[in-house]
């Protein structure tokens, strides 16, 4: 993983528009979040290999980054995103790394599931 | 002696800082140890510092790194079962529990070491630990082989009382911190060594030890 590239995150998105792809988007304070600071409240959530299409994308913020998708019926939003696979050019892994290192957001793009 | 023990957790790297040392104990011992692994963590936040794997390629990161732990321990049979992280809890029982049973079909174990349901704070570690209660549970009381669960939630001894079992495992630190090395995405534990070839004093006491409480049956 690299820090994000705004404008190659950018061509990856303009590249997936207009076909079914599977995503995989998720959210997490980890499973240890109140066993460690009991003030904190764990919350998690995720979806994976669900199908979408989206008709419009892109990237904004100076970092960390946020990304919209925009379907034909909704959005998909995800903020918090530092990090993308600079190596894979068929699918857009995108994360988002807190200060200690841990993944606390993902959003993955892919014709084929995960 | 223990002969057979079977244990079952749902992460790649649970066995390391609770019961790596007392396996390697068993295993100096004579014991054949089966380790069934119910996921691959792929749903693990840490992915090393800085980032050198992804939420794509975490499941065969962390395979590499439970075989190694594995090599370091000295355990002798691994088994994945291939559930998925984060979903123990939501998981078909009938299939769970079967594949369970079936382990204990095949292998006989003399003992079975999991979580401790309800006080182990991750819910695939309750679930786990569930699930092996649930099965060994149904088995004729006769029949049944000792479970040893881990427990750390807070303020479990209230509840549970002191552990029954406590294994001192210094001899065997060595072995212990290269299961918990080898587990290099999750635990940044170059530190806890540093060049020493033998463990120091603090960490004699803080890993020193390994509790289980023998699970009691109805």
Known sequence: MQLIDKSKVKEMIDLLIDQDLYIHLEMTMGAYASHVDSSKHPAATFISNAVIRYTHGSISGNGPFRVGLKTSQGWIYSEGLTHYEDEDVERLIMAGHDSQGKLIVALQLSREPF | ?218
């Open chain 2, 1 to 218: 002696m223990e002969s057979r023990i079977l244990v079952v957790l749902p992460h790649p790297d649970d066995e390391a800082f609770g019961v790596s040392g007392s396996l390697a104990k068993y295993i100096r011992d004579g014991a054949q140890v089966t380790y069934a692994c119910l996921t691959l963590g792929e749903m693990g936040r840490n992915m090393g510092i800085p980032p050198f794997a992804t939420r794509v390629t975490l499941p065969a990161v962390r395979k590499e790194e439970l075989e190694a732990s594995c090599r370091a321990i000295g355990i002798q049979d691994l088994r994945l079962l291939g559930f998925h992280d984060k979903t123990i809890e939501f998981e078909d029982q009938d299939k769970l529990d079967g594949s369970i049973m079936e382990l204990v079909n095949e292998l006989n174990p003399s003992l079975i070491i999991t979580f401790y349901p309800g006080y182990s704070v991750h819910p695939d570690h309750d679930a786990t630990g569930e699930a092996v209660v649930r099965t060994i549970g149904r088995m004729p009381a006769d029949r049944r082989p000792p479970v040893h669960c881990l427990a750390f939630s807070k303020n479990h001894e209230e509840t549970i009382g002191k552990p029954d079992v406590i294994i001192d495992v210094k001899e065997f630190l060595l072995k212990k911190m290269g299961s918990i090395q080898a587990h290099r995405s999750q635990f940044q534990a170059a530190e806890l060594l540093g060049n020493k070839k033998m463990p120091d004093k603090d960490i004699q006491d803080r890993f020193g030890t390994e509790r289980f409480w023998t699970y009691r049956f109805e």
